[in-house]
């Protein structure tokens, strides 16, 4: 009886030794999952502002936080918990981004305009003085194709980002 009792103190014991190391093993767990987590948020802390200042900066940051959502799942999964949307590029995100980058693209296509039409019109003035010579109207070409040629630049990267920016909408 005395035997017994005795394997019952040790057995409980036991028992009570493993729920208490189990108990720190998770807590252990816990807090390397929010120091990681912290470390997240810091890392891509300054993609959000950079993304909001020039929206191609997305796309350098987006395969990033796709690979780490890879290695970090469940540190991850609470970010986008405590956040209420997809971590660190929700839908919003990047769909303001892209408005961001289109809005940007109108002003300088208004800017670029503005800057050609005056140009032309100050070799077109000196066209009419130099009664249509042919060095004034080579220059007044050289003004179209400049203006053209930086124009279509800007555009493909323009349409390039645009479409990278619509395949990151998560």
Do not use: C, N
Not at 64 to 77: M, N, S, Y
Not at 126 to 153: F, M, T
């Amino acid at each position: 009886m005395v035997l017994l009792g005795a394997a019952l103190i040790v057995a409980g014991s036991v028992v009570w030794g493993a729920v208490h190391i189990v108990r720190e093993v998770r807590r252990s767990r816990d807090a390397g999952m929010r120091a990681r987590s912290l470390e997240i948020l810091a890392v891509f802390a300054p993609a959000l502002g950079a993304a909001e200042s020039d929206p191609r900066t997305l796309l350098v940051w987006q395969p990033l936080a796709r690979t780490a959502r890879q290695l970090f799942p469940d540190e991850f999964a609470a970010l986008d918990r405590a956040s209420g949307a997809v971590f660190p590029f929700s839908d919003a995100v990047v769909q303001a981004a892209h408005a961001r980058w289109t809005a940007d693209w109108l002003a300088w296509e208004r800017t670029h305009d503005a800057e050609f039409k005056l140009k032309a019109a100050a070799v077109e003035g000196e066209l009419i003085q130099s009664g249509g010579s042919p060095i004034v109207r080579a220059r007044l070409d050289a003004v179209e194709r400049e203006k053209l040629d930086r124009y279509q630049r800007r555009y493909e990267e323009y349409v390039r980002v645009a479409k990278a920016l619509q395949t990151a909408i998560p």
